[in-house]
C-alpha cells in the first residue's frame, strides 16, 4: 500500500524564519515520483516540485529548498526567510509506477503554513 | 484558457438530488483525474481517464458517483442522489503524460443540504 504522513498540521512562524515541513512516504514501488503542491485559499493545488525515486540530489529553487532521503523515505520541503505570501496549505503527494500506472497521487494530510508579519 | 477550469464553482444540492460537475483540461492533455477533497483533508483520487478510455475508477465511493470524457477533452462527474457525505471540494487534474506535474482546477465545492 502506498501513503505519505504529514505529520505537523499545523505550523506557525514570523516572517523571516526558516520552516521545515515534513513528509514521510511507504511505497513498495521501485520507481516513484514525489511531489510538493501549495493551496492557497483560491483552493488551486500548485505545484512545486516532482522529483523520481532515483534522484536523490536535494534541490534549491530561489527561497525553497527540498532533501529527499530514501534511508528515511522523507521528502521534506524547506522555505527559507518565510514571507506572508508563503501562508498555505503543504501537500505532499507520491505516485508509483507499480500495478495501478495511472499516476494518480496519493496526498498527505497537508500542512498549514501561516507566516506572521 | 491557459488552465484546467472547473464549472460551477459553488454547487448548493438538496439532498437526493442529481449534480453535474465539469472539468475542461489543458487542450491536448491525455490524463485527466478527479479527485474529493473534504474539508480539512488532502484531495483523495476518484477516477482517471487516458484520453477517453476510464483506467482507473476505484477511488469512486459508491455505485452513485459516475464519470465520463467521451471525446477525450471535458470531463464531466455526475452524483446521483447525493447524499451530505458527499459535500466536498471536488478538484480536477490533467497532465500531458503519466507521472508527470498534474496542472488542477480551482474545484467545485459541493454542499449538500
Known amino acids: 500500500a502506498q501513503k505519505v504522513t504529514q505529520a505537523q498540521t499545523e505550523i506557525s512562524v514570523v516572517e523571516k524564519e526558516d520552516v521545515t515541513l515534513d513528509c514521510v512516504y511507504e511505497?513498495?514501488?521501485?520507481?516513484?515520483?514525489l511531489f510538493w503542491y501549495k493551496q492557497p485559499p483560491s483552493g488551486e493545488l500548485v505545484f512545486l516540485i516532482r522529483?523520481?525515486?532515483?534522484?536523490?540530489q536535494n534541490e534549491i529553487s530561489g527561497r525553497y529548498s527540498w532533501n529527499f532521503q530514501k534511508s528515511t523515505s522523507s521528502f521534506n520541503f524547506t522555505i527559507t526567510a518565510s514571507q506572508v505570501v508563503d501562508s498555505a496549505v503543504y501537500f505532499c503527494a507520491l505516485s508509483g509506477e507499480g500495478s495501478s500506472n495511472t499516476g494518480k497521487l496519493i496526498f498527505g494530510q497537508g500542512t498549514t503554513l501561516q507566516v506572521k508579519p | 484558457g491557459a488552465g484546467v477550469s472547473q464549472s460551477p464553482r459553488y454547487k448548493v444540492a438538496k439532498r437526493g438530488q442529481d449534480v453535474a460537475l465539469r472539468c475542461d483540461p489543458i487542450s491536448g492533455h491525455v490524463s485527466l483525474f478527479w479527485y474529493q477533497q473534504a474539508l480539512g483533508q488532502g484531495p483523495e483520487f476518484l477516477t482517471y481517464f487516458q484520453n477517453e478510455a476510464q483506467l482507473d475508477k476505484s477511488g469512486l465511493p459508491s455505485d452513485r458517483f459516475f464519470a465520463e470524457r467521451p471525446e477525450g477533452s471535458v470531463s464531466t462527474l455526475k452524483i446521483q442522489r447525493t447524499q451530505q457525505e458527499d459535500s466536498a471540494v471536488y478538484l480536477c487534474?490533467?497532465?500531458?503524460?503519466?507521472?508527470?506535474?498534474?496542472?488542477f482546477g480551482q474545484g467545485t465545492r459541493l454542499t449538500v443540504v
Open positions: 511505497t513498495r514501488d521501485t520507481t516513484y515520483y
Open positions: 487534474a490533467s497532465s500531458h503524460l503519466r507521472n508527470t506535474e498534474a496542472f
Open positions: 522529483r523520481n525515486s532515483f534522484d536523490e
